[in-house]
């Protein structure tokens, strides 16, 4: 008998869990929403800032390719390659530029007062 009261002391007493009362069930929806917002709100900046980089990448690559194609324009049969390089150069840099600027949006006609 000493043997089954003491299997029985081990036992851990089972609970079911409290309701949730509608009032709390909101609050947790509001921290759930909050919650997703922040995560969506940081992954968002990341990308905008991965973004950037790759912008300021753009610009320092061509603005070394730019130089280089310049030079090559004095040997004659490089001449047209140089010119659609820099060309390119000029418009990808134009593009990363474009990019990197933050965009400004105004909500409606600023003239009218």
């Given at each position: 008998?000493?043997?089954?009261?003491?299997?029985?002391?081990?036992?851990?007493?089972?609970t079911?869990?409290?309701?949730i009362?509608?009032?709390?069930?909101?609050r947790?929806?509001?921290?759930?929403?909050?919650q997703?917002?922040?995560?969506?709100?940081?992954?968002?900046?990341?990308?905008?800032?991965?973004?950037?980089?790759?912008?300021?990448?753009l610009i320092?690559?061509?603005?070394?390719?730019?130089?280089?194609?310049?030079?090559?324009?004095?040997?004659?049969?490089?001449?047209?390659?140089?010119?659609?390089?820099?060309?390119?150069?000029?418009?990808?840099?134009y593009?990363?530029?474009?990019?990197?600027f933050?965009?400004?949006?105004s909500?409606g006609?600023?003239?009218?007062?």
């Amino acid at each position: 008998m000493a043997v089954s009261a003491a299997k029985k002391s081990t036992k851990a007493p089972t609970t079911t869990p409290p309701a949730i009362i509608p009032d709390e069930e909101g609050r947790w929806a509001a921290v759930l929403r909050g919650q997703i917002l922040g995560t969506t709100t940081h992954k968002f900046f990341n990308y905008v800032s991965l973004a950037d980089q790759k912008a300021q990448v753009l610009i320092i690559l061509n603005s070394v390719l730019i130089p280089v194609a310049i030079n090559g324009m004095s040997i004659p049969f490089l001449h047209d390659a140089a010119i659609v390089s820099m060309l390119t150069g000029i418009i990808s840099i134009y593009m990363a530029i474009v990019c990197i600027f933050p965009k400004r949006r105004s909500g409606g006609n600023l003239t009218a007062h």
